[in-house]
């Protein structure tokens, strides 16, 4: 039998419990580059934020929110939150949610931390009756540029015909 299809075995290491996944996620790293970092640095992210972008909250785990607990949402929402606002220079206000899934209790958890935004990646057109926690947008392809410049035309032909 073949080796398992990457996609499968992301989903596989997105379902483990949060502690499990901590466990794979350093392995994987030991193995694939253990002296590169993978993240922004503070002087990047401070250079975006100065460039003019708007820099979001992300969480720091990347779990997915929809799958945790009360108490683990909650924590979510604020762990590494300060570090990222100092780095930016301002207070974190919008959130993607990680992998784009959310739902109202997500929603009402970021309302209670404090954010005002809130991003899915459900293809949806945004209209002025959406929760602005649970806003939907496109995520990034990695096909080309064409395939992203479809996506958003075949969004906003759906959102003009009622059907988003």
Do not use: W
Not at 53 to 78: K, N, P, V, W, Y
Not at 87 to 103: K, T
Not at 125 to 132: E, K, L, Q
């Amino acid at each position: 039998m073949g080796s398992p299809d990457i996609h499968e075995l992301g989903r596989q290491i997105e379902s483990l419990d949060p502690a499990e996944r901590d466990l794979v996620s350093k392995e994987l790293q030991e193995l694939a580059a253990p002296d590169e970092p993978s993240l922004l640095t503070t002087e990047q992210l401070r250079a975006l934020a100065g460039a003019g972008f708007e820099i979001g909250f992300h969480t720091r785990r990347h779990d997915r929110l929809t799958q945790l607990s009360d108490d683990q949402l909650s924590a979510a929402m604020s762990d590494g939150r300060t570090t990222v606002a100092a780095a930016a220079g301002r207070d974190q206000l919008l959130i993607a949610y990680p992998h784009g899934d959310a739902d109202e209790r997500v929603a009402n958890a970021a309302s209670t931390a404090g954010y005002r935004l809130g991003f899915t990646c459900e293809r949806q057109v945004v209209g002025p009756g959406a929760n602005p926690l649970l806003l939907g947008r496109l995520g990034p392809t990695i096909r080309s540029p064409d395939r992203g410049a479809l996506q958003i035309a075949l969004v906003l032909l759906a959102g003009r015909t009622g059907q988003a």
